[in-house]
């Protein structure tokens, strides 16, 4: 079986800080993990996926997020947040055969000014 | 990747009718599926829709609720019929893409229906 949880339904950082957004998995095969970004108002746009290569992954917009299986986690990282990041962000997990996407709860990202 | 749209964007509808949304895909895919994004909260997953074969419902959706039709491989439509305000919500299609390792999921816009 597999599953998501992403902690923290709502997170607030300052202009310029660190974003840290968590997901844990569950899987009972080796994930594909993903992050996907919500903007308002639009659809599901992928922000980076792990599939079993390097553990530290970039994505698009300065995001990273790093594969550590000893804690089943798959956080989201940026170094400087920006205003354009203030967005709902869902992480993601599937079968290495793809057949089934599973995702989190969502996190919604408010950047202070 | 793929570019996938989706038409209308939004509607308001009367309780009791049906909206069909159709969703375009600009490359040829295999599996497309429907989703469910209520206010709030994450995606729900309605169906499966493979070209050439009845649509796969998940627990809680019915086919007679949300008819599917997949004629080809690059489009697919979703109905919600005999619709009530517990159906306002945001209808997502999105279709799996082959990638170098893995399948990749990619979204459409998404249509905002709201039943009054």
């Known amino acids: 079986a597999q599953s998501v949880t992403q902690l923290g339904s709502h997170v607030s950082v300052s202009e310029g800080a660190l974003v840290l957004l968590r997901c844990n998995y569950s899987s009972s095969v080796p994930p594909y993990l993903f992050w996907y970004v919500q903007y308002p108002n639009q659809g599901l746009q992928l922000l980076l996926k792990?599939?079993?290569?390097?553990?530290l992954v970039k994505g698009i917009n300065g995001f990273e997020a790093e594969f550590k299986k000893s804690e089943t986690s798959f956080h989201l990282t940026k170094p400087s947040a920006h205003m354009s990041d203030a967005a709902e962000y869902f992480c993601?997990?599937?079968?290495?055969?793809?057949?089934?996407?599973?995702f989190g709860t969502g996190t919604s990202l408010t950047v202070i000014p | 990747s793929a570019v996938i749209s989706q038409k209308p964007s939004r509607d308001i509808c009367q309780r009791g009718t049906s909206l069909t949304i159709q969703c375009q895909v600009d490359?040829?895919?295999?599996?497309m599926f429907w989703y469910r994004q209520q206010p709030g909260q994450s995606l729900t997953l309605i169906a499966t829709?493979?070209?050439?074969?009845?649509?796969?419902?998940e627990s809680g959706f019915v086919i007679d609720k949300f008819p599917i039709s997949r004629p080809n491989l690059t489009f697919s439509t979703l109905t919600v019929s005999n619709m009530s305000p517990e159906d306002s919500s945001i209808y997502l299609c999105?279709?799996?893409?082959?990638?170098?390792?893995?399948?990749?999921?990619?979204f459409g816009p998404g249509t905002r229906l709201t039943v009054t």
């Open positions: 792990y599939t079993s290569a390097a553990t």
């Open positions: 993601a997990v599937s079968q290495n055969t793809g057949n089934q996407f599973y």
């Open positions: 829709a493979n070209q050439g074969s009845e649509a796969t419902y």
């Open positions: 999105s279709a799996f893409v082959s990638g170098t390792v893995t399948y990749e999921q990619y």
């Open positions: 490359s040829q895919v295999t599996m």
